[in-house]
């Protein structure tokens, strides 16, 4: 099983990153996938949740109409389109599988600076 996340990086208060999270190893429609969030100093923090079908998803109250999730079942892979990025949003970004077993990625950092 691997969770391979990309996208991460340097960007200036204001400015959008989409980050990647490619899959392999499982059944990855049958899984729900987050994308987790940890700041230094802080507790690790769900952002965004989207349902094995991509019918549904949820965000963190921090992030709403800011981010969006989503997912592709035939690449298996799934996204996290940030925009409006501010320097709070600045963390490592982690992808998660959600199922009958609780896959993790190595996580990607973000850093909101000008």
């Known amino acids: 099983v691997q969770l391979v996340e990309s996208g991460g990086g340097l960007v200036q208060p204001g400015g959008s990153l989409r980050l990647s999270c490619a899959a392999s190893?499982?059944?990855?429609?049958?899984?729900?996938m987050r994308w987790y969030r940890q700041a230094p100093g802080k507790e690790r923090e769900l952002v965004a949740h989207?349902?094995?079908?991509?019918?549904?998803?949820v965000y963190a109250d921090s992030v709403k109409g800011r981010f969006a999730i989503s997912r592709d079942n035939v690449k298996n892979m799934v996204y996290l389109q940030m925009n409006s990025l501010k320097p709070e949003d600045t963390a490592v970004y982690t992808c998660n599988a959600w199922g009958v077993y609780n896959y993790w990625g190595q996580g990607t950092q973000v850093t909101v600076s000008s």
């Open positions: 190893g499982f059944t990855f429609s049958s899984y729900g």
């Open positions: 989207i349902t094995g079908t991509g019918g549904t998803t």
